[in-house]
């Protein structure tokens, strides 16, 4: 993992604070009830930069037409916020340094299963902590910790793994009792994320898929399965094997279809992002709507994009740099696939 990205240098001497959107390659879902998933942090997607002293911790998202404050009896975004700004109180942030009016730009739609909330909170945690000169706080755990309280406003028990790519970016495998382990990938990775305008209702979702495995035994086989591919997919990056992990995400797409959390649209932009010649598409996140990533050859990604933005209400095209080994091959830095070239 990039974990000498979280910590901007200071250009200009403006302090900013900075976090990754996420996607889940592989394992959503099954990640709650404790299985590992692949998660990739994606980069230049949240940036807080301070707009002076404020009555109270208020924050604006310009891209989004947001605009709240902190305040614990307000709606859910204002409620995050309170819960965050309570959390940089209990870790000796002065209230002089949290009572700020923050400004954000956004480079991911808000909810649409890219981590946008754990990204926002996670931005904003790191710019209030180096105004307060607190660089201790900047480090993935214990920013990842800071943000516990408002993603719990939002989403209810969350397994944490918005939390933790927001903060570290790069790829891992992450489990809610190992946390996240960066996972070394040799390729540099194209990723597509597409998505379909739906809003998403991510907790009615996880709720859908938790009662679904108590009551069948299919669903319970379906996770599992979920489950077993991020491990699967996991070794198949580590060995550049990107249409292996592509076939991956394509089986994944349908276990997630046939436990009912994809939709019609979603469905369209998976077959539109194979058509294109993806390795592999899938829906991220908890479903219902959102987004779906696609892993491309990185020839088609420019044209692929194009076609994309056509169809999808919002697209993106994001490349995660890849380096050191090959095991049992030669060393390769930021190419093509070895099994892919
Ligand atoms: O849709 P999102 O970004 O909230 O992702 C949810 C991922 C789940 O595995 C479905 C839930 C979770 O808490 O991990």
Redesign the pocket.
């Known amino acids: 993992m990039h974990n000498e990205r979280y910590i901007p240098s200071n250009n200009g001497g403006e302090p900013v604070g900075l976090a990754f959107g ?1 996607a ?1 390659l592989l394992g ?2 099954a ?2 009830l404790g299985a590992p ?1 692949l998660v990739v942090g994606l980069p230049d997607c949240m940036t807080a930069r301070d707009g002076g002293p404020a009555e109270t911790l208020s924050v604006s998202v310009e891209p989004w037409g947001l605009s709240i404050e902190a305040d614990a009896k307000e709606d859910l975004g204002s409620r995050a916020l309170s819960a965050l700004d309570d959390a940089l109180g209990e870790a000796g942030v002065p209230r002089t340094s949290r009572d700020r009016r923050v400004l954000v730009s956004a480079g991911v739609p808000p909810r649409a ?3 946008s909330s754990a990204a926002l909170a996670i931005s904003v945690g790191r710019l209030v902590a180096r105004l307060a000169g607190r660089e201790d706080l900047l480090a993935p755990k214990k920013s990842a910790e800071l943000v516990k309280g408002s993603e719990t406003v939002f ?1 209810g028990r ?2 944490g ?2 939390a933790a790519a927001a903060a570290t970016g790069g790829v891992g495998a992450f489990a809610r009792s190992l946390g996240l382990t960066p996972v070394e990938h040799p390729s540099t990775i194209h990723l597509l994320i597409a998505s379909s305008g739906e809003r ?1 209702p ?1 907790r009615e ?2 709720q859908h898929v938790s009662r679904l495995a108590e009551r069948t035994t299919a669903a319970r086989r379906q996770l599992s399965q979920l489950g077993d591919l991020a491990i699967a997919g996991a070794s198949l990056l580590i060995r550049s094997n990107l249409r292996g992990l592509g076939e991956a995400m394509n089986e994944a797409h349908s276990l997630l279809s046939k436990l009912g959390v994809s939709t019609k649209e979603l469905d369209l932009l998976v077959e539109e992002c194979r058509l294109g010649g993806a390795f592999g598409a899938k829906l991220t ?2 479903g219902g709507g ?1 987004c779906v990533v696609a892993l491309c050859p990185p020839d088609k990604a420019e044209t692929m994009l194009c076609r994309l933005q056509k169809t999808a209400s919002w697209a993106r095209h994001f490349v995660i740099e890849g380096g050191g080994e090959v095991p049992g091959g030669s060393a390769r830095r930021g190419r093509g696939s070895r099994e892919d070239d």
């Open positions: 996420k889940i959503e879902h990640v709650v998933a299963g890219l981590g989403h969350p397994s793994v918005d998403p991510a979702m996880v996140g908890a959102g």
